[in-house]
């Protein structure tokens, strides 16, 4: 299967009211303490585009780090696109997944919403996640998702788009020294 494939499906991918995939995703969908997650959430307009500029990867950003300040969750990860998100998120003790995205998502739709200037839904129902299982694992991950950019020709180099963990900016909110504890390797 094709790196693309396995974490960016369409069938797995879009979650809209009428997507008859939306419930399976939910089934055997299991949240472990202690264990990373990546998570891809995509806005509710496909066509929006402007999630990777200042005004609003900022928000998403900022409130990645009040997450882990806050021990909702540690960061594994992450990358800003157009009208998406990756996140690696490594659950505490505390919160389930659904808990801290359902956090991040509220926050994030509000701060965004009040920026456009409008109400409503921001963020599309539902969201993708992968539980990762070991090293090799997270390496592809963090591979595929630092390499999104650069997949959508959007930037050069991974290092090179403003809004990743793979941007030195960004890069020490991974938390490589929990990851180093928790990935099975």
């Known amino acids: 299967m094709h790196l693309q494939d396995k974490y960016h ?22 949240s472990l303490p202690n264990h ?13 585009g402007l999630l990777a500029t200042s005004a609003y990867a900022t928000i998403i ?8 300040q806050s021990r909702y969750a540690r960061c594994c990860g992450f990358v800003v696109m157009p009208d998406h998100y990756h996140v690696g998120l490594g659950l505490l003790e505390t919160r389930t997944l659904s808990e801290v995205m359902a956090s991040l998502n509220r926050f994030t739709s509000r701060q965004i919403n009040a920026v456009l200037k409008r109400k409503g839904r921001f963020w599309e129902p539902g969201y993708y996640d992968h539980a990762i299982r070991n090293r090799s694992d997270l390496d592809e991950v963090l591979a595929y998702m ?9 930037a050069e180099r991974a290092e090179a788009w403003e809004y990743s963990t793979a941007n030195p900016k960004y890069a020490d909110m991974i938390d490589w020294e929990w990851l180093g504890h928790s990935i099975l390797w």
């Open 146 to 154: 630092h390499e999104n950019p650069v997949s959508a020709g959007l």
């Open 61 to 68: 950003i900022g409130s990645l780090r009040w997450l882990v």
């Open 36 to 48: 990373a997650y990546f998570v891809t959430k995509c806005t509710d307009d496909p066509d929006f």
């Open 9 to 30: 499906s369409p069938t797995n991918y879009r979650l809209d009211d009428d997507h008859p995939g939306r419930a399976a995703l939910r089934k055997g969908r299991c």
